[in-house]
């Protein structure tokens, strides 16, 4: 691990809480004051609330990274480039805060951001003369140890950043749902940062989580702001960022499972990339007492607030609850992957650290399944997709590795198989429990 001092982490949290916490009053009450507002939906009063609060929550991040660096200029080198693109993520963010970006014209832009994280891959520095990469580009997975990509990471890059993006902008809406959530993924990365020794990566993520945990106090229910686009691609990519500079990209991908089945199962489900305003038929519907409740329209889009009150209608604070629940099992899965990586990388099977990891991940997975029926069957979908696909990478690398060429074809055959089997399987049983309880209520 980088040599981190105690005091640049204490500094660094500090300032990105203290800044976005004393800055969000003041943006809240300048928002009011020149019209800059949203009305919620989800309130039959549909009240108005202040907009683009991410760009506290930038504000905030970014003083805890300038920090970092004024107290370690010697990975500057490294910290800069990830600050540079959070900051033209930002930008993207309140672009399309302010003028409605296309989906296309957003799309292109995040890959543009993702350019000085790809540099530190790809040496793109000539004017520092660094033609060599800074950061390694072997992401590491559990079992197969570091996949030798080579430059086909210079392509990885823009686009997991791009998803990421997208993904963690896809899973907001609801007071308090995108920054719950979000905290939920940034603990996982801090852990994983400790585990597999990143200090790197630990500099990136704890202001992030000071931030977000400032926004949050705002941002719950009844929500005296919303974060905006500028708040959620932000935050996306921080959490690109975090993971690339920490060789953690396997278990962010396990952190943000939920993000990823809401925006896979939206997109097809509306057949394709489209702005929020721009779909007629809505996931739910809101009923007397402020209660929401599943659409039962074959022609709505199937998202995770639609599948968790697809049982019954639920309030917002119970719906949102729910949801930041749902993300604690692929968390501490993540960091379980985090444990794996380590001892797949230093051959140690048996280390505390796993065990630990372990127990905690199936304790979560069990407390989750049984207090919290609503989400009793995506919890079990998440777990049996990762205990799925861990048992498809011990096969690959007990049997596949050491076919040569054709490494990659017949585990590009098998992950595709998999995922296929997935998708058939989870939409008709999802389309069957949303349309299903809806005929029920209507008999």
């Avoid at 896809?170 to 993924?185: A, D, H, K, R």
């Avoid at 278990?251 to 702005?275: C, D």
Wanted: hydrophobic share 55%.
């Amino acid at each position: 691990m980088v040599g981190i001092e105690w005091y640049v982490i204490v500094v660094s949290v500090a300032a990105s809480f203290a800044v976005t916490f004393l800055l969000l009053p003041r943006q809240i009450r300048f928002m009011h004051k020149i019209n800059w507002v949203g009305h919620d939906i989800h309130k039959l009063a549909k009240p108005a609330v202040a907009e683009s609060g991410g760009i506290s929550v930038f504000a905030g991040m970014m003083a805890g990274l300038v920090a970092a660096i004024i107290l370690m200029p010697d990975q500057a080198l490294v910290t800069t480039p990830a600050l540079v693109s959070i900051c033209a993520a930002a930008a993207i963010g309140f672009l399309d805060d302010k003028y409605r970006l296309s989906a296309l014209k957003k799309i292109v832009s995040v890959i543009f951001a993702a350019i000085p994280m790809t540099a530190l891959y790809v040496g793109g520095l000539p004017v520092l003369g660094l033609y060599q990469p800074i950061i390694k580009g072997d992401p590491p997975v559990p079992f197969l140890g570091l996949l030798q990509v080579s430059y086909l990471y210079a392509l990885f890059i823009p686009g997991f950043l791009a998803v990421l993006m997208n993904v963690t902008n896809m899973l907001e809406g609801y007071n308090g749902q995108g920054s719950g959530t979000s905290i939920v993924v940034t603990l996982a990365l801090v852990a994983g940062a400790v585990i597999s020794g990143s200090g790197m990566a630990l500099v990136l993520a704890l202001p992030l989580l000071g931030a977000l945990v400032a926004f949050y106090n705002y941002n719950r229910y009844p929500a005296k702001v919303f974060p905006g686009d500028i708040g959620t691609l932000t935050v996306g990519m921080a959490f690109g960022c975090i993971a690339i500079v920490g060789s953690m990209e396997f278990a962010l991908i396990v952190a943000i499972i939920p993000h990823v089945f809401n925006a896979f199962h939206v997109i097809r489900s509306v057949r394709g990339f489209k702005e929020s305003g721009t779909i007629k038929a809505k996931d739910v519907e809101l009923v007397e007492g402020d209660m929401i409740k599943a659409s039962t329209s074959k022609d709505s889009p199937l998202t995770i607030p639609r599948i968790v009150t697809a049982r019954a209608p639920l309030s917002e604070p119970t719906l949102v609850k729910n949801i930041i629940v749902l993300n604690l099992t692929p968390a501490a899965l993540s960091v379980l992957s985090s444990a794996l990586v380590a001892s797949t990388i230093n051959s140690v099977w048996f280390s505390p650290v796993l065990i630990a990891c372990s127990a905690i991940a199936v304790g979560i997975f069990v407390l989750v399944s049984i207090f919290f029926p609503a989400i009793r069957g995506l919890n079990l979908i998440f777990g049996i997709v990762y205990a799925a696909f861990i048992g498809l990478l011990v096969f690959i690398d007990q049997l596949v590795v050491g076919l040569g060429f054709f490494n990659w074809l017949v585990a590009g055959v098998l992950a595709m198989a998999g995922l296929g089997a997935w998708y058939v399987l989870s939409m008709r049983y999802f389309n069957r429990l949303t349309t299903r309880k809806g005929e029920a209520r209507n008999a």
